[in-house]
């Protein structure tokens, strides 16, 4: 919702191809590989999935970029997300998988977008994934920073590298 009421304020970006956890690709599978879009077996043994909340594309002066959207209620601990999380994601980028979920943006490196309640919770979240597979493709911002009018252009977004950066860049030729 927050992204869509931060579209209104900005008519120049546009999110596309949002794809909920939930969504179906095949309601007569029984297993999620095959039953939902966004769902992804990496490997059987041992076993390792990606499995993002939502995932989009933001649009913004020609240039595209896939987010996987990871939404922290608190209700797992920060070093079980760390662990558990990023190997998906950096097999992701490692084979190019996020393709299919990202049209029009397929050959630019996505980025994991973690949404967390609070900005202790942002910070302890970014330095446990700091040195773990595929850091450089998450960023953190805590959901209090996260408001329509700061929600493109602002600096509340970090990376692991623990600066804050906003999530466009309001430049010529911008980048995503």
């Not at 007569?28 to 769902?39: D, T």
């Not at 070093?79 to 994601?89: H, M, N, T, V």
Request: charged content about 25%.
């Amino acid at each position: 919702m927050r992204f869509d009421q931060a579209v209104a304020i900005f008519p120049d970006i546009s999110i596309e191809n949002w794809l909920g956890e939930w969504d179906v690709a095949n309601h007569q599978a029984s297993v999620p590989e095959k039953k939902y879009k966004l769902f992804t077996l990496l490997r059987e043994n041992p076993r390792l999935v990606a499995n993002p909340d939502a995932s989009f594309v933001i649009c913004y002066n020609g240039y595209r970029r896939g987010y996987y959207l990871e939404l922290d209620r608190a209700t797992s601990g920060v070093r079980q997300i760390a662990s558990s999380k990023p190997p998906g994601f950096a097999e992701m980028a490692d084979r190019g998988l996020h393709a299919r979920h990202f049209p029009g943006a397929e050959n630019i490196p996505f980025r994991v977008l973690m949404v967390t309640p609070t900005a202790k919770r942002r910070d302890d979240l970014r330095a446990a994934i700091a040195s773990k597979p595929g850091a450089f493709l998450w960023r953190f911002v805590a959901q209090d920073d996260l408001r329509p009018e700061t929600a493109f252009h602002e600096p509340i977004v970090y990376g692991c590298d623990g600066v804050g950066q906003p999530l466009i860049k309001k430049l010529e030729g911008a980048n995503v």
